[in-house]
């Protein structure tokens, strides 16, 4: 299993949300490409960069920044996400060296944009559902819509995404513990590859998702619990691929 540290890009710096909320930040960084030097330099196998500005402004907004990173680290996998709204943005991410582009809001509010998505990049794109209470959100966290999380998924998994993130907006960045109860649901009702996120606070939520890993859960995204000391990255990557 991966632990995925998270880079969220806000203003040009490294910083981390309290359930998605832009005016509760605390920077981290104010460079996030050495941020990202720092977890390469620990063994990252895979890093989260998400424009959060981006995010609320639905078009790239910190995309100089994250091209920097994904050309200064072209040996780890980059995953991208935050206002990606159409192919060229896409394109632009994935010339610049990304592995993956996240979708989020327009997987939402236009479904077959996935669908196309997944015809031109294959194997590239993976979705993010973001949810509260098993409804999805949309718009940087601040619009609740009325789509189920399973629901969607199920439709992505036949569209061909490669993951899915699944993120509990009410726990991301509260240092609370992750919703493995909803995080396995979803990933028995799919074969797609699930990927958790929001509340990792320690290697206990570690522990509790390598023991359910095998229902399809490849992989961890962890930001505030790093930043704030509760989760030691090498720990954390060590417990995670221990047999």
């Known amino acids: 299993m991966l632990v995925i540290p998270a880079i969220d ?25 050495e941020m990202a030097g720092r977890w390469v330099e620990a063994g990252a196998r895979r890093l989260h960069l998400v424009d959060l500005d981006g ?10 920044v994250i091209h920097e990173i994904c050309e200064a680290f072209p040996e780890v996998p980059v995953q991208v996400g935050g206002g990606i709204r159409d192919e060229e943005a896409m394109q632009d991410y994935l010339d610049a060296g990304a592995s993956y582009v996240i979708i989020g809001t327009k997987a939402v509010t236009a479904p077959h944009f996935v669908e196309d998505a ?10 993010g559902l973001d949810a509260r209470d098993g409804k999805v959100a949309i718009d940087g966290w601040s619009k609740l ?23 509990d907006i009410s726990r991301d960045g509260m240092l609370s513990g992750v919703n493995i109860e909803a ?5 028995q009702a799919v074969t797609t590859p699930i990927i958790a996120s929001g509340g990792i606070t320690d290697l ?8 359910v890993q095998d229902e399809g859960i490849i992989g961890v995204i962890t930001g505030r619990a790093l930043y704030e000391g509760t989760l030691d990255f090498a720990e954390a990557q060590r417990l995670a691929e221990d047999d």
């Open 55 to 64: 995010a609320v402004e639905g078009r790239p907004v910190n995309a100089g």
């Open 9 to 33: 890009i806000k203003n040009g710096r490294c910083v981390r949300l309290e359930q998605g909320r832009m005016d509760k930040d605390t920077v981290y960084s104010e460079d996030p490409r």
């Open 183 to 187: 995080t396995v649901k979803l990933a």
């Open 145 to 167: 819509s009325h789509h189920d999380v399973i629901d969607l998924a199920q439709r992505f998994e036949m569209n061909g995404v490669a993951a899915i993130i699944y993120t």
């Open 118 to 127: 997944c015809l031109e990049f294959p194997g590239h794109i993976i979705v």
């Open 204 to 211: 206990e939520d570690i522990r509790a998702l390598r023991e």
